[in-house]
């Protein structure tokens, strides 16, 4: 007999809702986890840069203080306070999901896994093997580098390095406009770094509509964050004793010098698949992702995979998703294959992006007969209220013209990332403009816009 029903290879979101959720249907389960369980995202992603970005929030509050008959002098920062906050709420999240595996009876072994047989899990350090009649994938993913660019932890950084660190650089330079480099943007602007950002294409958040990517760029240089598109970084030359290092930046034809005391590259990430098993057992990758089915099945019977292992789509959401998927799989229920395109897709700076579905560019590539509809937040009360850049950003739908269904939304303005539930549940539903602009929505609320666009989809805008 089995040592388990389910070995989990990892213990970040996919892999530890997979373990709970195998569980819950009253699976055996354990989980493999080398580190801490709640992987990147909540020990050196997600969770830990939006505490930072929190505080980022609320001393640029004090900074616009004046705006609101506040006076502020003498205003003070710790940045080293603003860290330690993220790493305590680090803390309490991942003691959280400790609790809830071990109130799921899931065993959590630490270690690393290596899947020599199918059905067989060695713990690299001590040679122990747990047998299990499936095995979940759940190694996650790691920051990219590029040639020339490798991080060396002192001047050119990863996010990890960059959540660690207690104190403040001077000048940084960031290598990547995606939501990594723009979050990082933002909380090192707010605490006064000088920032410039080395975006390769033609504008921020190139997955993103272009018009919101635009609009982000003029956003951040009003807030004197310094925005390079079609840009590259050519050469980081490490600094000469106590002076900065020196990155030489390409872009329309001319070249220019930029001194910074960290690079941080955010360009993207690659699996972690090395050293696994996988290859020797046959298991089939993809630009080094593992290939997986609509219910998270790899090519090798038994084995599965799950999260940001898997290349689908690598956000946190995602791998929760996933995991629900391949526990419900493996105890026999029926699932529903994720549609990665609906996937919700948020970004944090302020303004925050959010966004699902087709791009008005994508839509148009696909040959789609497309109307494109937007409202501004600066028509809406509630937004107005708020004041300053926070009453700025719209939202703006990609409809099909025929019908009316919602092929893809996106925003960009104060907490839109809160606003985009409403959306996805109405993509779910396949629900056409017209019966989004039958729902009444509370006044004042920032949500209003959702109901204004729709309206002004279907040729009735009122407040515009």
Same mark, same amino acid.
């Given at each position: 007999?089995?040592?388990?029903?389910?070995?989990?290879?990892?213990?970040?979101?996919?892999?530890?809702?997979?373990?709970?959720? /195998?569980?819950?249907?009253?699976?055996?389960?354990?989980?493999?986890?080398?580190?801490?369980?709640?992987?990147?995202?909540?020990?050196?992603?997600?969770?830990?840069?939006?505490?930072?970005?929190?505080? /980022?929030?609320?001393?640029?509050?004090?900074?616009?203080?004046?705006?609101?008959?506040?006076?502020?002098? *003498?205003?003070?920062?710790?940045?080293?306070? /603003?860290?330690?906050? !993220?790493?305590?709420?680090?803390?309490?999240?991942?003691?959280?999901?400790?609790? @809830?595996?071990?109130?799921?009876?899931?065993?959590?072994? &630490?270690?690393? $896994?290596?899947?020599?047989?199918? *059905?067989?899990?060695?713990?690299?350090?001590?040679?122990?093997?747990?047998?299990?009649?499936?095995?979940?994938?759940?190694?996650?993913? +790691?920051?990219?580098?590029?040639?020339?660019?490798?991080?060396?932890?002192?001047?050119?950084?990863?996010?990890?390095?960059?959540?660690?660190?207690?104190?403040?650089?001077?000048?940084?330079?960031?290598?990547?406009?995606?939501?990594?480099?723009?979050?990082?943007?933002?909380?090192?602007?707010?605490?006064?770094?000088?920032?410039?950002?080395?975006?390769?294409?033609?504008?921020?958040?190139? *997955?993103?509509?272009?018009?919101?990517?635009?609009?982000? $760029?003029?956003?951040?240089?009003?807030?004197?964050?310094?925005? @390079?598109?079609?840009?590259?970084?050519?050469?980081?030359?490490?600094? +000469?004793?106590?002076?900065?290092?020196?990155?030489?930046?390409?872009?329309?034809?001319?070249?220019?010098?930029?001194?910074?005391?960290?690079? #941080?590259?955010?360009?993207?990430?690659?699996?972690?698949? &090395?050293?696994? %098993? @996988?290859?020797?057992?046959?298991?089939?990758?993809?630009?080094?992702?593992?290939?997986?089915? $609509?219910?998270?099945?790899?090519?090798?019977?038994?084995?599965?995979?799950?999260?940001?292992?898997?290349?689908?789509?690598?956000?946190?959401?995602?791998?929760?998703? +996933?995991?629900?998927?391949?526990?419900?799989?493996? =105890?026999?229920?029926?699932?529903?294959?994720?549609?990665?395109?609906?996937?919700?897709?948020?970004?944090?700076?302020?303004?925050?992006? =959010?966004?699902?579905?087709?791009?008005?560019?994508?839509?148009?590539?696909?040959?789609?007969?497309?109307?494109? &509809?937007?409202?501004?937040?600066?028509?809406? %009360?509630? /937004?107005?209220?708020?004041?300053?850049?926070?009453?700025?950003?719209?939202?703006?739908?990609?409809?099909?013209?025929?019908? %009316?269904?919602?092929?893809?939304?996106?925003?960009?303005?104060?907490?839109?990332?809160?606003?985009? %539930?409403?959306?996805? #549940?109405?993509? &779910?539903?396949?629900?056409?403009?017209?019966?989004?602009?039958?729902?009444?929505?509370?006044?004042?609320?920032? !949500?209003?816009?959702?109901?204004?666009?729709?309206?002004?989809?279907?040729?009735?805008?009122?407040?515009?």
């Amino acid at each position: 007999m089995a040592d388990y029903d389910v070995v989990v290879m990892g213990g970040g979101p996919g892999g530890y809702v997979a373990a709970i959720r /195998a569980a819950q249907l009253g699976l055996r389960t354990a989980v493999v986890e080398r580190d801490k369980v709640g992987g990147i995202c909540s020990n050196w992603g997600c969770i830990p840069s939006k505490a930072l970005i929190r505080n /980022a929030e609320v001393l640029s509050l004090f900074r616009r203080a004046s705006e609101f008959g506040i006076a502020c002098d *003498n205003l003070r920062f710790d940045y080293g306070a /603003a860290v330690k906050r !993220s790493r305590q709420v680090v803390e309490r999240l991942v003691k959280g999901v400790e609790y @809830l595996l071990k109130k799921n009876k899931v065993d959590l072994i &630490a270690g690393e $896994g290596y899947l020599r047989v199918p *059905n067989k899990v060695e713990i690299k350090a001590d040679g122990r093997v747990l047998e299990a009649r499936n095995v979940v994938v759940a190694t996650g993913a +790691q920051p990219s580098s590029l040639p020339g660019l490798r991080p060396d932890g002192a001047h050119i950084i990863t996010h990890h390095e960059a959540l660690e660190s207690t104190a403040l650089p001077q000048a940084v330079v960031i290598v990547g406009g995606g939501p990594v480099g723009v979050e990082f943007a933002y909380v090192w602007r707010a605490y006064g770094v000088d920032v410039t950002i080395v975006e390769m294409l033609p504008h921020l958040l190139p *997955n993103e509509d272009e018009e919101i990517g635009v609009l982000l $760029g003029k956003a951040f240089e009003k807030q004197g964050i310094k925005v @390079l598109t079609g840009a590259k970084v050519e050469e980081v030359a490490p600094p +000469q004793g106590q002076g900065k290092a020196r990155v030489r930046v390409s872009a329309n034809g001319s070249v220019q010098q930029i001194e910074a005391d960290k690079v #941080l590259l955010g360009i993207g990430f690659r699996a972690n698949t &090395a050293g696994l %098993g @996988l290859t020797e057992l046959g298991v089939r990758l993809e630009r080094g992702f593992v290939k997986v089915d $609509g219910q998270m099945r790899t090519s090798v019977p038994g084995v599965y995979a799950v999260g940001d292992v898997t290349g689908e789509a690598l956000l946190a959401h995602v791998g929760f998703a +996933q995991g629900t998927i391949a526990a419900e799989t493996i =105890a026999g229920r029926e699932t529903v294959p994720l549609r990665y395109q609906d996937m919700p897709r948020c970004t944090y700076c302020q303004p925050q992006v =959010a966004s699902l579905g087709l791009t008005e560019q994508a839509a148009r590539a696909q040959g789609q007969d497309v109307k494109v &509809a937007r409202f501004p937040f600066r028509a809406n %009360g509630k /937004a107005l209220t708020l004041g300053g850049e926070e009453s700025e950003g719209l939202i703006k739908l990609v409809v099909d013209a025929k019908y %009316g269904a919602i092929l893809g939304a996106c925003m960009i303005g104060h907490e839109v990332t809160e606003m985009l %539930g409403e959306l996805s #549940l109405a993509r &779910a539903l396949e629900a056409t403009t017209a019966e989004l602009a039958l729902t009444v929505h509370a006044h004042p609320t920032l !949500s209003e816009v959702i109901r204004e666009v729709a309206l002004v989809a279907e040729g009735q805008g009122l407040h515009i």
